[in-house]
């Protein structure tokens, strides 16, 4: 077993959490091909997706493309 310390000055919270998400990350990508990684001792649970808030939201119609469509042919057709 091979162990690193890291000592971190002048960081801010927010700097933290994004290292120590990047660690979190790092630690289940080695584990797929069977490095086990641990951070203060505590063994790194595999990461779950979850759906973003703004997911449930509807996406924009797929009518509007055929409509921006015909207009873009009429202009083509008004030049010709």
Known sequence: MKERKLQITGQSQAQMLTLDAELKLLANNWRRVGVKITINNKF?????????????????????????????????????
């Open 44 to 80: 790194i649970p595999e990461q779950q997706l979850r759906e973003a808030p703004d997911a449930k939201r509807q996406a924009p119609s797929a009518t509007k493309r055929p409509q921006l469509e015909s207009r873009i042919k009429m202009k083509g057709t008004e030049n010709g």
